[in-house]
Nanobody, 126 residues
Framework: QVQLEESGGGLVQAGGSLRLSCTVS????????VGWFRQASGKEREFVGS????????TYADSAKGRFTISRDDAKSMANLQMNNLKPEDTAVYLC???????????????????WGRGTQVTVSS
C-alpha cells in the first residue's frame, strides 16, 4: 500500500521560510517523480512544482519560481520543498503526490498523480 505523508508546515511571518518534507512508503521511491500542490481554503488545488524521478528535471509554478526549491533524497524516500520569502498568499494546505507511472519527468496536472498525502497546513501572517 502506497502512503505519502507531509510534514513541516506551520505558522510563519511574511518573508520567512519553511521546509516541507514528503515521505513515501510502499513503493520504490527512486523510480517516481514527486509533485507538490497546494489548496487554499475555498479555492481549487493548484500545482506548486515537481521533480523528476532522476532529480535532474524540476518545474515550478510561476508563483513559486525563485522562492521555492524542490529536492529529493532517495536514500530516505523523501522529497523536500524549501519555501523562502513566504507571502500571505502562500497560505494553504500543501500536498505531495506520486504519479501512477514510473520514470517520468513530473507533471503539473493533478490527474497524472495516483497517490496523495493528506497535506500539511502552511499559514503565512502579514
Amino acid at each position: 500500500q502506497v502512503q505519502l505523508e507531509e510534514s513541516g508546515g506551520g505558522l510563519v511571518q511574511a518573508g520567512g521560510s519553511l521546509r516541507l518534507s514528503c515521505t513515501v512508503s510502499g513503493r520504490a521511491f527512486g523510480s517516481y517523480a514527486v509533485g507538490w500542490f497546494r489548496q487554499a481554503s475555498g479555492k481549487e488545488r493548484e500545482f506548486v512544482g515537481s521533480i523528476s524521478w532522476s532529480g535532474s528535471f524540476k518545474t515550478y509554478a510561476d508563483s513559486a519560481k525563485g522562492r521555492f526549491t524542490i529536492s529529493r533524497d532517495d536514500a530516505k524516500s523523501m522529497a523536500n520543498l524549501q519555501m523562502n520569502n513566504l507571502k500571505p498568499e502562500d497560505t494553504a494546505v500543501y500536498l505531495c503526490a506520486h504519479p501512477r507511472a514510473a520514470y517520468t519527468g513530473g507533471s503539473n496536472l493533478a490527474e497524472t498523480y495516483a497517490y496523495w498525502g493528506r497535506g500539511t497546513q502552511v499559514t503565512v501572517s502579514s
